[in-house]
């Protein structure tokens, strides 16, 4: 595994764009695995400044999300389909038809997960996974205690997910309680890795996950069994490590 230290939250943004970037120029047609949330925002942002000025092309490049809310639609502003072409997808010039994330809406769980899965496969499999990491060491939505053997596979979301995604929603009440999400499998299958983090919030499960021992209760801390990982955090994220 491969530590990279950022002053803070832009520098942390800037080095995981730089890898990105880096994954596209070698291979302009490679599969992208991406991430929602507040880390990886300025990281999509940077690498639409870089797009803007005519340093990255994204036209042959796939992309796979990590995962969506169960029953929201696309259009719903909450949608992980909304946030990625808010943040990122409507800002560059990535083809439409290589964009994919779980069908949410689609009620057969099985069926729908079986699709996404097949859907990477067809792909080759994905070149880089961007992650975030939970305080409670959950990557995706994989939460403690997840198989590390399952593949894309709907989760209930547990009461610290609902909680920590409520300021997204008009209330607590409106928090999808369930996701289709890439498994720990799925994503232990990327080439390469790399998990962005940033806060002092998250230093003790950056230590937990990295420094401790592989546990499903802390589900980040199977990529320690990767070949290929690189954590990209700032000074207060990785202050005890």
Not at 128 to 145: A, K, M, R, S
């Amino acid at each position: 595994m491969k530590i990279i230290r950022a002053k803070d939250y832009n520098d942390m943004s800037r080095k995981a764009a730089n890898i990105i970037s880096a994954q596209i120029i070698m291979k302009p047609h490679c599969v992208l695995g991406l991430a929602t949330g507040g880390t990886p925002v300025g990281t999509y942002k940077q690498l639409v400044e870089w797009y803007n000025k005519g340093d990255l092309d994204l036209s042959e490049v796939t992309t796979v999300n990590l995962d969506e809310y169960r029953g929201l639609p696309r259009d719903h502003e909450q949608s992980y389909w909304h946030f990625m072409h808010v943040h990122f997808f409507d800002l560059v010039n990535i083809d439409p038809s290589r964009i994919h994330l779980p069908e949410g809406t689609d009620p057969d769980a099985a069926a729908a997960c079986a699709r996404y899965d097949q859907i990477i496969h067809d792909l080759g499999g994905i070149d880089l996974q961007l992650l975030g990491i939970g305080i409670d060491g959950h990557i995706g939505f994989n939460e403690p205690g997840a198989a590390f053997e399952l593949g894309t596979h709907c989760v209930d979301l547990t009461e610290s997910t609902i909680e920590a995604n409520k300021r997204f929603f008009a209330s607590r009440e409106e928090v999808p309680r369930q996701a289709y999400t890439m498994g720990i499998k799925t994503i232990m299958q990327a080439r390469k890795v790399l998990l962005a983090v940033s806060g002092g919030s998250k230093a003790e499960i950056v230590k937990q996950a990295f420094f401790g021992p592989v546990t499903p209760e802390v589900p980040a801390s199977i990529l320690q069994m990767h070949p290929d990982v690189t954590l990209v955090g700032d000074e207060e994220a990785l202050h005890l490590i």
